[in-house]
């Protein structure tokens, strides 16, 4: 009759050992929902502040490329005064993708060529002889719209400086694109990972006691049958 009990009970045991986990988010804590939703949101704001520093970071980089670029190209036309090639060539990066305009000051700081239809008084900037030597940004409104210009010596600033200004709104628009792309998927999988998570935690925590419990309820009853 022992023997019989015994395995009665063993049976019961295996029972709640395998028995289906239960998911559902009411089985979940309110202090696991808050946490959950907390991480989630820290993480979404702190990656998207470090991806799109990064990508404006680059995005400064290729502005001074392209305002280097415009420096050797004006270079020979200064030296040379030829002043229409050297139109023609602020008007051709003037079309690249994101430039707001183009334009060149000798080392007077007379503006010898420019992309704009009328030379805005926005632009105008004093400069000092040091200022012309090395690289510069500013911050600028042109035609109410915020423009991010790099500024580039033209050799080592004894013939001028080249300019370029990019359309801050353009930035800000590819940024977003490229968010939306490639980093909002990655954290909504990674969210989704998270929420999985939580919602085995508990439900596996009960299995694995309830297993335990039942290896330790057999060896209690073998040691008690012998």
Known sequence: ?????????????????????RLSWEDISLEWKVITLVFGLLFVVILNQLVGRALRTQMDESAVVIATNLSDAAAGYL???????LK?????????????YAFIKDREGKVVAHSLATFSPELQEELTSDQRRQVGRRELTLQGKPVYETREPILEGQFGTAH???????????IGQVLFMFLWPFTLAL???????????????????RLIDSRVGSAQADSTHL
Do not use: H, Q
């Open 1 to 21: 009759m022992s023997n019989v009990y015994d395995a009665l009970i063993k049976t019961e045991r295996r029972n709640e050992t395998i028995r289906p986990l």
């Open 88 to 100: 023609i060539t602020v008007t051709k990066y003037a079309r690249l993708n994101r430039v707001a």
């Open 191 to 209: 969210l989704t990972a998270v929420i999985i998570a939580v919602f085995l935690a508990r439900p596996l925590t009960r299995a694995l006691r």
């Open 79 to 85: 030296a040379s005064k030829d002043v229409l090639p």
């Open 164 to 174: 370029i200004g990019i359309w801050a709104d353009a930035v800000e628009r590819e």
